[in-house]
């Protein structure tokens, strides 16, 4: 009976500390799943956001060229792009008022970013401040941004006559080069927060 009572008391202990043993090591991964998903839940502070919506090309800025200088505007501009072989363009017949002009001008072999309307992209409105985030129920969120021009680094043609484009040609939209108010939309995932949309202010998908 002693020798029994011996051994039961052996493997009541072993039971017990094989118990402590899963109890220790399963509390702290418990411990850490739950902080994880806590920090999944909150909100990206403005540095991280702006890093996550930062190449979000929100606005296309363009430039458009009159194809001719039948106002005798910018005969001296229109002359340059030639010689640069950025136009070419044909010495049109005189005006009503005796004097010649350049006209049916299209893309020369220095002007391939334009295309056949004289047209090209020039850069675009992208997010560069992240002013404020504001929580709009459990799971999604907005937040205040600014928007800035930022030149398509491949538009080299925009890099080396960008001042000369400003003077002859049309840039849109209104305010291309100025800053703008716009807006980030969040939603909260199992993984975290992920961006839905960016806009600019005034834009229908801003609403």
């Known amino acids: 009976m002693t ?4 051994l039961l008391g052996m493997l009541l202990a072993l039971v017990m500390t094989i118990g ?3 109890t ?3 509390t702290p991964r418990d411990r850490g799943d739950a902080a994880s998903s806590q920090s999944n839940r909150s909100l990206p502070d403005r540095s991280t956001l702006l890093g996550m919506v930062r190449n979000e090309q929100v606005i296309i800025v363009t430039l458009s ?3 001719n ?4 505007q910018f005969d001296h501009e229109y002359q340059k792009l030639m010689n640069d072989g950025v136009l070419k363009c044909k010495y049109a017949e005189a005006l009503s008022d005796g ?6 001008c299209v893309p020369g072999a220095a002007g391939s970013a334009l295309d056949g309307d004289l047209s090209m992209t020039i ?4 997010p560069s401040v992240v002013n404020g985030i504001t929580m709009t129920s459990d799971n999604s969120a907005t937040a205040d941004l600014v928007l800035t021009f930022e030149a398509d680094a491949s538009n080299k043609l925009w890099q080396t006559h960008g001042d000369l484009f400003k003077r002859i040609g049309k840039v849109s939209p209104s305010n291309p080069f100025g800053a703008q108010a ?8 199992d993984d975290g927060w992920r961006v839905q949309r960016v806009c600019a202010v005034g834009q229908m998908s801003c609403y």
């Open 3 to 6: 020798w029994t009572r011996l």
């Open 20 to 22: 402590a043993c899963r």
């Open 24 to 26: 220790t090591n399963t």
């Open 65 to 67: 060229l009159p194809n």
């Open 69 to 72: 200088t039948e106002a005798h």
């Open 99 to 104: 004097t010649p002009y350049y006209g049916d």
């Open 123 to 126: 850069g675009y409105k992208k």
């Open 182 to 189: 716009g807006k980030a939309f969040l939603t909260l995932y």
